[in-house]
């Protein structure tokens, strides 16, 4: 089984920045591409950003320029740097990662999730 685990979000004011951490664990085989979603009240769940494996990142549009996603391969972690928050911004944030794990040694590749995290910004 794999967990994910996020932590750092929080109440902001609008301009301020928040760091999510996403770490994951479990019985990994390859972690694959790591990524951010979230989902605001009565939305749907939409992409943030998304790193591979390999680093080749994809926001977003209305994220570009103000938050950045990396990852640190040696602690299976990707994390979110968000600046210049907006209140629409606010939302719970997601952590996904496409894992490849052995089933009787065979590989199989699926999404896992995180529980989320609350963002909020607001004076």
């Known amino acids: 089984q794999v967990q994910l685990v996020e932590s750092g979000g929080g109440l902001v004011q609008p301009g301020g920045s928040l760091r999510l951490s996403c770490a994951a664990s479990g019985s990994i085989f390859r972690l694959n591409a790591m990524g951010w979603y979230r989902q605001a009240p009565g939305k749907q769940r939409e992409l943030v950003a998304e790193?591979?494996?390999?680093?080749?990142?994809t926001y977003a549009d209305s994220m570009k320029g103000r938050f950045t996603i990396s990852r640190d391969n040696a602690k299976n972690t990707v994390y979110l740097q968000m600046n210049s928050l907006k209140p629409e911004d606010t939302a719970v944030y997601y952590c996904?990662?496409?894992?490849?794990?052995?089933?009787?040694?065979?590989?199989?590749?699926?999404?896992?999730w995180g529980q989320g995290t609350q963002v909020t910004v607001s004076s």
């Open positions: 996904n990662a496409r894992v490849t794990v052995l089933r009787t040694a065979i590989p199989v590749t699926g999404d896992f």
């Open positions: 790193v591979t494996d390999g680093g080749t990142t």
